[in-house]
């Protein structure tokens, strides 16, 4: 009877160990690396996708609003003045040499009206003078009738060198005068020249706000001016999505355009890094964009992530448990289910592609769709 009894209990040790050992056997085995069998079914051809090797790209999009790489700020430096008329506003088109504003000097002003009044005095001397010297030449004349030969020979010279006298003065008052209308013209025109003139074809960014007449400083900025012959972008790169010289794809309104990114902050220090960049348009383009135009900008980028690696249509993937599953149909038609790993930038991608690191082969027939 012991003896029975001892052969059950190794009988039973042996079963224990054997079924603890296939325990140990089956939780060696991760689950997600076992192919799980899905029922077969007939799937048409439109229904699979290859896994292809190629490039995995990602688009990027952005906002963007107009940009003028050349500005000119408008001012006159020598003396302070008082502006008389605008003649342009904020938005307005203008071309080279238009002119945009006129103002006087304070020096100027005061040098003419002097110069005005001075001429009016001369004037004025003038035919004072000449008349008190006819009237004195009158008075000779008259006297010299009453005179005998001898004193009217003396008197009538005493009158002609009196003419004479009369002839040089009214010669040096109409020289005097003509020298001051001379600077009063000058002194005009110069008042009419000073004028701020558009020095490019462009569009008034800024105007000076003062009342007409009012004194400006010398130096002060009265006018800001974009040139229009050079248009670029700015937009936002938050991060860092587009890359320096990278093409892109500008869309202005219902119009399309080619272009670079001519300035990114990636390629700067971390230090002098912003979240902005600038867009260039490709040369050979007639980019025509009305500034006072709201138009909606829109500008697309594709960036190459990673190249040569296993590409997959997006619509292949099944999220289970927070792990991405494939469908693998089999050269006899089986279909299994199997987990794959995706590559870490697909989260920036466009969505129509996927990245495969691990998990199929290149050739594989995927089931799109559940």
């Not at 190629?54 to 990027?60: K, R």
């Not at 040499?97 to 009044?117: A, H, I, P, R, Y």
């Amino acid at each position: 009877m012991y003896r029975n009894k001892g052969f059950f209990c190794l009988l039973l040790t042996l079963t224990l160990l054997i079924g603890l050992t296939a325990c140990s056997e089956k939780k060696e085995q991760p689950a997600d690396l076992i192919e799980q069998d899905v029922k077969t079914e007939k799937v048409s051809n439109d229904r699979l996708s290859t896994v292809e090797r190629g490039d995995y790209i990602i688009e990027s999009r952005t906002g963007g609003t107009i940009y003028f790489p050349v500005t000119a700020e408008l001012a006159w430096d020598k003396e302070d003045f008082r502006y008389e008329e605008i003649l342009v506003e904020k938005g307005d088109q203008v071309s080279e040499g238009d002119v945009l504003m006129s103002f006087v000097t304070d020096s100027e002003n005061v040098q003419l009206e002097e110069d005005k009044l001075k001429l009016e005095r001369l004037t004025e001397e003038k035919e004072v003078g000449i008349q008190e010297r006819q009237e004195d030449i009158q008075k000779a004349t008259e006297e010299s009738w009453k005179m005998s030969s001898y004193a009217w020979v003396r008197q009538n010279c005493q009158i002609q060198s009196m003419q004479s006298a009369l002839d040089q003065y009214i010669c040096e008052m109409d020289y005097q005068i003509e020298l001051l209308k001379e600077e009063i013209s000058e002194l005009e025109k110069e008042e009419t020249e000073r004028t701020i003139t558009a020095p490019f074809n462009g569009v008034i960014d800024s105007v000076i706000i003062a009342e007409p007449g009012g004194k400006v400083k010398a130096g002060e900025t009265l006018i800001t001016i974009n040139a229009t012959d050079r248009i670029a972008l700015a937009a936002e790169n938050p991060r860092g999505a587009f890359q320096y010289h990278q093409a892109v794809t500008v869309t202005v309104g219902s119009q399309s355009y080619t272009g670079r990114v001519a300035a990114a902050s990636n390629v700067l220090p971390a230090d002098y890094q912003t979240e902005y960049m600038v867009i260039q348009f490709d040369e050979g383009q007639e980019v025509e964009i009305d500034t006072n135009h709201p138009y909606s900008i829109q500008i697309v980028g594709e960036t190459t992530i990673a190249r040569n690696v296993l590409i997959v249509d997006s619509n292949t993937l099944s999220l289970d448990g927070g792990k991405y599953y494939v469908q693998i149909m089999e050269d006899d038609g089986a279909i299994h289910r199997r987990p794959v790993t995706i590559g870490s930038s697909n989260m920036n991608g466009n969505g129509t592609v996927v990245w495969i690191t691990d998990g199929v082969e290149e050739g594989d027939k995927l089931v799109v769709g559940k």
